[in-house]
């Protein structure tokens, strides 16, 4: 690893109504690749064409980086998005969250999470016993930063995603973020559905039970979506750990498995 590495962020949005937001952890040379990948994505984004991208490069030393792994990918199939929605519950609560915290998640995640029934920037923090949301700003929320895979990584998981027909950027950035999420100390669990509204995916997480994806959490066209991450309070100061996660460059260098579909019987 060379001496510094870049934090390269990127966020997009559109009179005023959030577009778009990326995370890199990169070597110099690969710097300018990566910023150009995240202006074309937001310019040509589902969510809306970008009016304004904030690209923002912060220098890493290299000793700060600590090493990751990936999670274990297990591929939820439901046959609808309420289907998908109460296997999420399910999942959460058998990740030691309250179902009355879970059911409060994913309904304030059905509603629009930001004042105004608006997809947040960044995440809730929910009290996983009593569901009470903890963070300071409920639009922007936390943003997880600084975390990447390696491109030996990369490409390794790209290679074992296209066996399964899963190798898109959603699932790669999203197999990152929670990598770094459900390492934090303290967070039991994180809930997410995308906010993209051709995205119908999502996928509950947690240290015990890997990535669960799950393939259908949302109507078609629902732009309402993001993410939740519920912390058990004994275990971290909530200022701590969302300095860990805003902050604390992580790398990932190993990948998980990823398991065959698994279908969902039952009602639909
Ligand atoms: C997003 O990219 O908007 C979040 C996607 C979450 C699901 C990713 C997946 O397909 O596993
Ligand atoms: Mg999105």
Not at 39 to 66: F, M, T
Request: hydrophobic share 40%; with cysteine; proline share 5%.
């Amino acid at each position: 690893m060379p001496n510094i590495l870049n934090s390269l962020r990127m966020r997009a949005e559109c009179e005023g109504k959030h577009i778009s937001g990326a995370e890199r952890l990169l070597e110099t040379a690969d710097l300018g690749t990566a910023a150009v990948e995240l202006i074309e994505r937001a310019l040509n984004h589902p969510r809306g064409a970008a009016e304004k991208i904030y690209l923002q490069v912060d220098p890493v030393p290299a000793r700060q980086v600590a090493t990751g792994t990936l999670p274990d990918l297990h591929n939820h199939q439901v046959g609808s998005w309420q289907q998908g929605r109460k296997l999420a519950q399910q999942l959460l609560e058998a990740a030691g969250i309250s179902r009355s915290a879970a059911i409060k998640a994913l309904q304030t995640l059905a509603a629009g999470a930001a004042p105004g029934g608006n997809s947040m920037r960044g995440a809730m923090l929910i009290d996983a016993a009593s569901g009470e949301r903890l963070e300071a700003d409920q639009a922007r929320g936390v943003r997880v930063s600084r975390m990447d895979l390696s491109c030996a990584a990369r490409d390794r998981l790209l290679q074992r995603l296209k066996e399964h027909g899963l190798n898109n950027s959603h699932v790669v950035e999203a197999l990152t973020l929670a990598a770094k999420v459900i390492a934090a100390p303290g967070v039991l669990a994180e809930l997410c559905w995308s906010d993209d509204p051709d995205y119908l995916a999502g996928y509950v997480a947690s240290p015990q039970l890997g990535y669960r994806r799950i393939n259908h959490l949302k109507p078609v066209g629902e732009e309402r979506g993001g993410r939740a991450f519920f912390i058990d309070r004994s275990q971290v100061e909530l200022g701590e750990l969302v300095s860990w996660l805003e902050q604390a460059p992580l790398l990932i260098d190993q990948i998980g498995a990823v398991h065959p579909p698994q279908f969902c019987q039952g009602e639909r």
